[in-house]
């Protein structure tokens, strides 16, 4: 089974430019958060979708960062004008249910975007 | 608000030895306490929780306490390998503030163990 995947790997980009980010959870997994590192510090939670509805966006830093998940499936997070201090790793992560103590929630293994 | 202190990095030990990464909390309800890990190349991993407190979390030969008095959940393994050389992340989540998947992690303890 696929486990969690991102793309791309690695985003180099100039500031003022625009990038986007892509999430795709395991296949039935309706829950799908973002998370990101921003200069080797905490990892820090930007939002949280079940299936397309944004259940909690209170991480998100500002309005230069849009998420979507239409459809349920695969996410994007579009970060448009990409300034310096958004440089950092961005983790995706999904998980089967919402709630129980027993729930597994499994990572992607991250985009590292570097803004110039 | 709840927050994760951990010990800064990088902690370098020879193999076989004693392994001991700090992790401090703060939280206002009673929430679950998690150690992630994350390897070279991938993703995070999670390495064991425990939920209440007193509860001891263990995988792979590691293994945490929940200690409510000392609001700590302190990451220990006997016997590291070099194959442990990672990043380590301690994490808590709280039901009542955000659910059990809205994570709240320390900065991470980068071990690097040699031969």
Known sequence: ?116 | GNSVTQMEGPVTLSEEAFLTINCTYTATGYPSLFWYVQYPGEGLQLLLKATKADDKGSNKGFEATYRKETTSFHLEKGSVQVSDSAVYFCALSDLFSGGYNKLIFGAGTRLAVHP
Not at chain 1, 19 to 24: E, I, K, N, S
Not at chain 1, 48 to 53: G, L, P, Q
Not at chain 1, 58 to 82: D, I, W
């Open chain 1, 1 to 116: 089974e696929a486990g969690v995947t991102q793309f791309p790997s690695h985003s180099v980009i100039e500031k003022g430019q625009t990038v986007t980010l892509r999430c795709d959870p395991i296949s039935g997994h309706d829950n799908l958060y973002w998370y990101r590192r921003v200069m080797g510090k905490e990892i820090k939670f930007l939002l949280h979708f079940v299936k397309e509805s944004k259940q909690d966006e209170s991480g998100m830093p500002n309005n230069r960062f849009l998420a979507e998940r239409t459809g349920g499936t695969y996410s994007t997070l579009k970060v448009q004008p990409a300034e310096l201090e958004d440089s950092g790793v961005y983790f995706c992560a999904s998980s089967l249910r919402r709630g129980a103590t027993n729930e597994k929630l499994f990572f992607g293994s991250g985009t590292q975007l570097s803004v110039l």
